[in-house]
């Protein structure tokens, strides 16, 4: 599925915006009930870690911190700005899959496959989890999802103000 638009942050983040695709269309109502589907806005990030994810120990774990910390603040900024020009957004805890802001359901949303579908990367499986494998870096890869009912104009300049807030 082409996207709408595709960008990166000053230090490295990529990122994409697109409708919601018929594939993953139940997933998306099931975490976002309230969400108009016709104006949703998906935008998947993708963050090049320095380590292989799909390993286990301390460095591996201390690399998802790290990305997860920099996702969130990312997000935070983007659904801010957003949410204070009267749009709706939301961000998908990458730990967890829940929503950040509208909680009311504990329905996760389906990172990996979602993101496949929408960027068409291809998946691997290891043990018993599903992980991306960016055709770049494998999978040294950290994705995670924000939403937005938002004209894609709000969202671009949403993105501006994170990207110049979270330099690092």
């Given at each position: 599925?082409?996207?709408?638009e ?7 983040m990529?990122?994409?915006m ?6 993953i ?38 690399e ?8 969130m ?18 961000y998908?805890?990458?730990?967890s899959?829940?929503?950040?802001i ?19 990367y ?6 018993c989890?599903?992980v ?10 950290y ?26």
């Open positions: 599925m082409a996207p709408l595709r960008g990166t942050t000053p230090w490295g990529e990122y994409s697109h409708t919601v695709p018929p594939a269309r139940r997933e998306v109502q099931s975490v976002f009930p309230k969400a108009n589907l016709e104006q949703l806005l998906i935008v998947p990030t993708c963050q090049h870690a320095i380590v292989d994810l799909v390993n286990t120990g301390e460095r591996v774990e201390g998802k911190d790290r990305l997860l910390e920099r996702f603040a990312w997000a935070k900024v983007v659904c801010d700005q957003l949410s204070t020009a009267g749009h709706w957004a939301d998908i805890d990458p730990c899959g829940l929503p950040m509208h909680t009311d359901l504990n329905v996760v949303y389906p990172e990996v496959s979602a993101l496949s579908v929408l960027m068409g291809q998946t691997s499986n290891a043990g989890c599903k991306l494998l960016h055709p770049a870096w494998g999978s040294a890869v994705p995670a999802s924000l939403f937005t009912e938002a004209p894609l104009d709000a969202l671009l300049a949403a993105i501006q103000v994170a990207n110049a807030s979270q330099v690092e």
